[in-house]
């Protein structure tokens, strides 16, 4: 009987040409890059070139005690793959400090060297003198110095490995190590590592062979490297999209039409619509929210933009929807933290974590203080960075204990100058030593003398009178346990349906001017071309997460350059003005 001929849909179709590129070109030796758009299935096609270089090179590697490097963006898509591969001993799956350690930590002479040269250590350096015989070692990813070593910190790892690409013995030895070396998110990958493997890697016949696999249209984290081209590298367009309806991957091609991609059901039904506030009368916002809607109206915006979609079928259920705010000054209000966005100058300090203080807060003491809640100890101490094996006594666990649990009740009853002080009483949980040197300025200043306060000592002085109830708040929203979700937060992910808000509250962001540039690219002017990249990605990145419907709310005020934009990209039957 003759056996069924399954149809491929376009997708797939367009898939199995990219991975065939993909086969073709490690078979030839040659670098490539793979460029998967939005919901093209990059994780996929990267486990399939690796479980190929596994059936067709995994026995030679082997013998020669060689192994494939796969380095990842984060923790979570290290264990992905390393399942997906079945944990095959001849791959090395890791990030990308933890893989770099691996290969620089037996070159000690040379790192007690080099960290001397790192300007972050100068300090710290001229309170020991020299850094003599001490082991340098990589574990809590925190700067100090003990009798015997020098633990380093997460960027320092990075700064070390690009040094010593420097010397050929290096670059031989990790070469004998890793032939073939695969790169998850390459656009979000340090770009000073990219850029070293660019100049001393490729195109060297005795260099591993290099895969990238990646979207620079997804690069929205500020250290990235973004798009990468080089002579020695192929590049290979994956043509696909298995997550979205055709109405949305239309959009898509539109704003992307170099790089189209094809649909996994041509026949699926979905919405695409976007809801402008151009003819709002009123007084708009001046200085960095310029242009936006008054706080108020924003907010009577987002609820007019949700009951019309409501009547139209969709269900603003977490489940069902998403409401990705790319604005800070609804969204604060509609989280909890609405003093945040006052205290800061720049919603970049919270919302990325720039501001030590609330790095500890979000990556930290709430993770910990959630562990400690849960009864999971060890885990707390993890996120602490705090070796649990000092603390044997009794009294020393009474005395976490007892710490812990008033920073419990400060969640509903304190301000954050109260947790400080309280930790500082304490000593448990100890504060990080960036955060406990702006403490120390911050008490030693004097208000009444001739020098005005620093900015940033001023916004700490304003952050101690903050309720500790909304840095519970922000780290719910920045971890994504909301129907909301943080302009970071969305990269990667996917959901039903997706209401985008677009407004201003975040410097960097400027809608408007992005839609407008968007009519020219090749004419954004060279000073102006990263912030313009930087708005598309992420526009990019919040258009693509549906798989159904898709709208998109503008608070901001849109030029008539934008919004013939938004017309071309959308459809001029799907732009609609919004009734305040």
């Known amino acids: 009987m003759q056996a069924e001929v399954v149809e491929l849909s376009p997708a797939e179709k367009a898939s199995k040409i990219a991975l065939e590129k993909v086969e073709e070109s490690i078979i030839a030796g040659q670098s490539f890059k793979l460029e998967a758009g939005a919901g093209a299935g990059k994780t996929y096609s990267l486990v399939e070139a690796l479980k190929f270089l596994i059936a067709t090179r995994g026995t030679s590697l082997a013998k020669r005690n060689q192994r494939i490097a796969c380095i990842t963006f984060t923790n979570v898509a290290k264990d992905e793959i390393a399942s997906r591969t079945d944990r095959s001993p001849v791959i090395h799956c890791d990030t990308i400090h933890a893989f770099c350690w691996s290969v620089i930590s037996g070159f000690q002479s040379q790192l007690r060297q080099f960290v001397t040269e790192i300007p972050q250590w100068n300090e710290r350096l001229e309170e020991i003198g020299e850094v003599g015989a001490r082991r340098i070692e990589y574990s809590l990813g925190h700067r100090s110095i003990s009798d015997d070593a020098l633990s380093i910190h997460h960027d320092d790892v990075l700064t070390l490995a690009v040094r010593l690409t420097e010397f050929e013995k290096f670059r031989r030895i990790l070469a004998s190590m890793y032939p073939y070396i695969l790169i998850d998110e390459y656009q979000d990958t340090d770009a000073a590592w990219m850029e070293a493997v660019k100049e001393r890697f490729l195109g060297d016949a005795n260099a591993p062979q290099f895969a990238f696999f990646g979207d620079h249209w997804q690069k929205i984290y500020g250290t990235g490297c973004g ?75 987002l609820s007019a933009a949700k009951e019309l979609l409501t009547a139209e079928g969709w269900d603003f259920e977490p489940s069902h929807t998403k409401i990705l705010m790319l604005t800070h000054r609804v969204l604060a209000a509609q989280q909890g933290y609405s003093s945040l966005p006052v205290v800061f100058r720049y919603n970049e300090s919270f919302t990325n974590k720039e501001q030590p203080h609330i790095a500890f807060f979000v990556d930290q003491l709430e993770p910990a203080r959630r562990a400690f809640e849960a009864k999971r100890f060890g885990e707390m101490f993890d996120y602490l960075g705090t070796n649990k094996r ?36 304490q000593k448990v949980p100890p504060l990080p030593s960036a955060v406990e040197r702006l403490e120390q300025k911050l008490a030693a200043f004097d208000p009444d003398g001739e020098e005005e306060m620093p900015r940033n000592l001023q916004e700490l002085r304003d952050l101690h009178d903050v309720p500790y109830s909304e840095i519970v708040s922000v780290t719910d929203y920045l971890e994504g346990h909301s129907p909301f979700e943080t302009k970071h937060g969305v990269k990667g992910a996917q959901f ?85």
Not at 397 to 404: D, G
Not at 511 to 517: Q, R, S
């Open 390 to 425: 000092y603390i044997l006594r009794a009294a020393d666990k009474a005395t976490w204990s007892s710490s812990m649990s008033k920073i419990m009740d400060f969640r509903t009853s304190g301000t954050v100058g109260d947790v400080l002080a309280h930790l500082r009483e």
């Open 496 to 580: 039903e349906n997706v209401l985008a808000v677009m407004g201003r509250g975040w410097n960097r962001y400027n809608w408007d001017k992005m839609l407008a540039n968007a009519a020219n690219p090749d004419l954004v002017a060279d000073k102006d071309r990263k912030m313009y990249e930087d708005n598309r990605n992420l526009f990019y990145v919040a258009c693509s997460r549906p798989q159904r419907r898709l709208a998109v709310l503008f608070t901001q005020e849109l030029s008539d350059m934008a919004m013939q934009t938004v017309r071309k990209w959308f459809g001029e039957e799907n732009a609609r003005s919004l009734p305040l």
């Open 227 to 301: 798009n990468l081209e080089h002579p020695a590298v192929r590049e290979i367009g994956k043509e696909a999209n298995f997550r979205s309806v055709p109405a949305i991957v239309k959009c898509l091609n539109r704003m992307r039409p170099e790089l189209p991609q094809e649909v996994k059901d041509p026949d699926a039904d979905g919405q695409v619509v976007v809801f402008h506030t151009n003819d709002w009368p009123g007084v708009r916002e001046t200085g960095y929210n310029k242009g936006d809607l008054p706080g108020d109206k924003a907010v009577e915006a």
